[in-house]
């Protein structure tokens, strides 16, 4: 009698009561990184209530669709693993320093071009990994997060000069949101713990109501079903210079999500051909960004913070996070929910946000640490890349004597870091076979070199 072949745990079906309420909880995990992406563009570029709650439905909608199309895998788009996509943080950075150094309309071309070139890099790009060690990407990261924190910090405090600016108030709220979310972290554990930022951002939110400063009022006016809006800042303007940074981070988007990939596969007992999945996961998150452009949106990319959440509870079916699309979609799609989230007060915005993209640095700082630092080579790759990233974030116009058709490279700290890192890190580690010196002389002895 011919045995029947068992389902894998990654593709059991579970019953409808139970994919509701886990994909529930990826959704209640991830949910504050769509808004506060929407909000870092928003608040930062004064959008609109109206075209910030569209951004918003536009977020949650194709965080939806890419999270099905992860899970379902069709016509070799997607991975056919547990993924839930979100909008990577660097990338929101990089479409919003586009946006203030063009406009809206070339920080969506910008996202469109990354888009496809994901399609064109995609054969050749793992014989480039070896250009894209820890010390490149940990300090990319370190440049990011930095960045968020300037331009975060502009949105509590507001426009210098202006009658609001360093209100008391509104720095408490922020730090009051700051503190809940270190709190929440530190004292729940299991699913409440990975909700901790949600729950510092609603704390926050009920601290700024009950003190006057969060306006429900207009919560419940207008349309309960909405849809976003294709194109909402106009046609798309294409500058191949002004892209160069999400150009570049879209080749470290591919490392990352190689890494999910294997890590996701490897959790839920799958055995998979990375030649295979991986570009299987990185053809879902250039469609889906492709989407992004057209729906105003930054890059919509693969997260690694459900990783945790499917390691956790050992619940692997990749229905789970199918059904977590399913309500992102209808989240996106129900008007209200939208204008409460805008609502919410700059100030706690700004607290959430700190603590959630100051995350990427904690990570950056993590790669750097497993790089040797006391390795000549690494050493001056880091200190060049800084040295030349943080210029023109702490320093603002530091290059504006410069020909304007730069700005957009030497102006951008984040381009100017990773050019920086990459030519170096090449400069060091590859040409003539060198590696770049012998250690530090005050090196301890017996440290080992990264390889």
């Known amino acids: 009698m011919a045995s029947v072949p068992q389902t894998e745990p990654v593709d059991a079906l579970l019953p409808a009561p ?25 608040k930062a570029l004064g959008l609109p209530v109206g075209l910030t709650i569209n951004l918003i439905s536009a977020t949650f909608l194709l965080c939806g669709l890419g999270s099905l199309l992860q899970s379902f895998g069709p016509w070799k788009f997607g991975a056919r693993l547990p993924f839930v996509m979100v909008p990577g943080g660097a990338p929101v950075v990089m479409f919003l320093t586009i946006a203030q150094q063009t406009d809206l309309q070339t920080a969506s071309g910008a996202v469109i071009l990354t888009s496809l070139f994901y399609f064109v890099v995609l054969p050749v790009f793992a014989r480039c990994l070896k250009y894209f060690p820890k010390i490149v990407i940990g300090t990319l990261l370190m440049l990011v ?52 930022v949600l729950l510092g951002l609603l704390a926050g ?10 306006d429900m009022s207009g919560v419940a006016n207008g349309p309960v079903w909405s849809a976003p809006s294709l194109l909402p800042f106009g046609m798309p303007k294409f500058d191949l210079i ?13 490392v990352e999500a190689t890494g999910q990939t294997v890590a996701v596969a490897e959790i839920v007992g799958k055995r998979v051909e990375p030649r295979d999945v991986v570009p299987r996961t990185i053809r879902g998150d250039a469609i889906m960004s492709l989407l ?29 996070t199918a059904a977590a699309g399913s309500i992102l979609v209808l989240v996106a799609l129900f008007a209200p ?10 100030a706690v915005v ?34 060049g890349a800084l040295a030349m990233g943080l210029l023109p974030i ?56 990264a390889h």
């Open 242 to 254: 002004a892209a160069v940074p999400l150009l570049v981070f879209s080749v470290i988007s591919m």
């Open 292 to 320: 992004g452009g057209l729906f105003g949106t930054s890059m919509i990319i693969t997260s690694g913070e459900n990783v945790g959440i499917v390691r956790a509870t050992q619940v692997r079916s990749r229905y789970v």
């Open 350 to 383: 700004g607290g959430t946000a700190m603590v959630v993209f100051a995350i990427i640095g904690t990570i950056g700082i993590d790669m750097l640490r497993k790089a040797d630092l006391h390795e000549r080579s690494n050493m001056f790759v880091l200190a």
């Open 145 to 196: 997060s930095i960045n968020l924190v300037k331009v975060y910090g502009g949105i509590i405090a507001g426009k210098p000069g202006s009658p609001g600016f360093a209100d008391p108030a509104h720095i408490g709220l922020a730090l009051a949101t700051i503190g809940f979310t270190i709190l929440f972290a530190r004292i729940f554990k299991g699913m409440l713990g990975q909700l901790s």
């Open 394 to 449: 702490l320093v603002p116009g530091f290059y504006s004597g410069f020909p304007k058709a730069l700005q957009p490279v030497l102006g951008n700290g984040l381009a100017m870091g990773a050019l920086t890192a990459i030519f170096l890190n090449i400069l060091f580690n590859h040409l003539g076979g060198a590696r770049g010196g012998n250690p530090v002389a005050s090196a301890p002895q017996g440290t080992p070199n």
């Open 337 to 346: 929910l939208g204008r409460l989230a805008n609502a919410i007060p700059e």
């Open 18 to 42: 139970q994919l509701l309420l886990f994909g529930l909880q990826h959704v209640l995990v991830m949910a504050a990184v769509p808004i506060t992406s929407v909000f870092l563009v928003a």
């Open 205 to 214: 939110a009920l601290v700024a109501a009950a003190f006057g400063y969060m």
